[in-house]
């Protein structure tokens, strides 16, 4: 059983156009990452949700936007892309503990976006 | 966050212990260092995390120094599979939501 899954795993596409990337967690976790791997495989991180609610978002442009229907699910649409939305993007999970405190992060197997 | 500063790549031998450092000068006392590591093709996956002791598990183990100003995570016998590239972070105890991903080490296991 996949913990952190994402679909499609590669997308091709062409400038301009809108597109979705969908993530699904089955380890109960109540929060949610999307991460952004460049060219040059640096990891950043773009938003986060704890319970479907907004924690993180890291200056990411106005075309990208999150959903969370649920706990299980966070999905990031993407609007007019761009040559340089080319990357690989990641979604985590992880659980809250107390406070301010979360375990460690499950990470999916990546969705590699390619803007022609 | 607290800066990481890690070399950009190590190389090993199968089946012989490798030590990846790690030097974070300007840790805090509340910074827990936390080690993640991304196989090719993969996403990041967690090995370990420390604050003061050092710690054991079944993939690694983690020293740290007594200042805490650095670590080391110790793969005891490196496989063809442990080759990676390897994060050291540090995350914040009073804000522990998200990762900062530096460069990381680039492990390369001789068979």
């Given at each position: 059983?996949?913990?952190?899954?994402?679909?499609?795993?590669?997308?091709?596409?062409?400038?301009?156009?809108?597109k979705?990337?969908?993530?699904?967690?089955?380890?109960?976790?109540?929060?949610?990452?999307?991460?952004?791997?460049?060219?040059?495989?640096?990891?950043?991180?773009?938003?986060?949700?704890?319970?479907?609610?907004?924690?993180?978002?890291?200056?990411?442009?106005?075309?990208?936007?999150?959903?969370?229907?649920?706990?299980?699910?966070?999905?990031?649409?993407?609007?007019s892309?761009?040559?340089?939305?080319?990357?690989?993007?990641?979604?985590?999970?992880?659980?809250?503990?107390?406070?301010?405190?979360?375990n460690?992060q499950?990470?999916?197997?990546?969705?590699?976006?390619?803007?022609? | 966050?607290?800066?990481?500063?890690q070399?950009?790549?190590?190389?090993?031998?199968?089946?012989?212990?490798?030590?990846?450092?790690?030097?974070?000068?300007?840790?805090?006392?509340?910074?827990?260092?936390?080690?993640?590591?991304?196989?090719?093709?993969?996403?990041?996956?967690?090995?370990?995390?420390?604050?003061?002791?050092?710690?054991?598990?079944?993939?690694?183990s983690?020293?740290?120094?007594?200042?805490?100003?650095?670590?080391?995570?110790?793969?005891?016998?490196?496989?063809?599979?442990?080759?990676?590239?390897?994060?050291?972070i540090?995350?914040?105890?009073?804000?522990?939501?998200?990762?900062?991903?530096?460069?990381?080490?680039?492990?390369?296991?001789?068979?």
């Open positions: 059983d996949t913990a952190v899954s994402q679909t499609p795993k590669y997308l091709v596409t062409q400038m301009g156009n809108d979705s990337i969908k993530c699904e967690q089955n380890l109960g976790h109540d929060t949610m990452y999307w991460y952004k791997q460049d060219s040059k495989k640096f990891l950043k991180i773009m938003f986060s949700y704890n319970n479907k609610e907004l924690i993180i978002n890291e200056t990411v442009p106005n075309r990208f936007s999150p959903k969370s229907p649920d706990k299980a699910h966070l999905n990031l649409h993407i609007n892309l761009e040559l340089g939305d080319s990357a690989v993007y990641f979604c985590a999970s992880s659980q809250r503990t107390s406070g301010n405190l979360y460690e499950f990470f999916g197997p990546g969705t590699r976006l390619t803007v022609l | 966050d607290a800066k990481t500063t070399p950009n790549s190590m190389e090993s031998n199968e089946e012989e212990p490798v030590h990846l450092p790690c030097n974070h000068s300007t840790i805090s006392g509340t910074d827990y260092i936390h080690w993640y590591r991304q196989l090719p093709s993969q996403g990041p996956e967690y090995v370990i995390h420390g604050l003061t002791s050092n710690v054991n598990n079944r993939m690694a983690l020293a740290i120094a007594e200042d805490r100003k650095s670590s080391t995570l110790i793969l005891h016998r490196a496989t063809l599979r442990d080759a990676a590239v390897y994060y050291c540090l995350k914040s105890g009073g804000s522990n939501y998200k990762l900062t991903f530096g460069k990381g080490t680039l492990l390369t296991v001789n068979p």
